[in-house]
Nanobody
């Protein structure tokens, strides 16, 4: 099993930046891919960014060029650097981890990002 704890959310003005962090523990050596999802009020949860095998990244069109996902294996950390934040980025952001061997997906509890003036 894998445990995920997110941090770094908060209130930021439009155009500002935040960096989300996710600490993974447990069977971290079995993690094949990690990602960030978000869910805004009244909307479906959506994939924001993912990183596979430590190097292959994928981004939602809405965040390309503004968000950067990265993983630090030594610290068991996943990051999401968010720049040029917009009102529509307001959501609860979740960290995820996928284990290939068991085809299991783990979720963190989420961290709130609010973009407001």
């Amino acid at each position: 099993q894998v445990q995920l704890v997110e941090s770094g959310g908060g209130l930021v003005q439009p155009g500002g930046s935040l960096r989300l962090s996710c600490l993974a523990s447990g069977s971290v050596g079995s993690i094949y891919a990690m990602g960030w999802y978000r869910q805004a009020p009244g909307k479906q949860r959506e994939l924001v960014a993912s990183i596979t095998a430590g190097t292959i990244t994928n981004y939602a069109d809405s965040v390309k060029g503004r968000f950067t996902i990265s993983r630090d294996y030594a610290k068991n950390m996943l990051y999401l650097q968010m720049n040029s934040l917009k009102f529509e980025d307001t959501a609860l952001y979740y960290c995820t981890a996928d284990l290939l061997a068991t085809r299991s997906k783990y979720w963190g509890q989420g961290t709130q990002v609010t973009v407001s003036s």
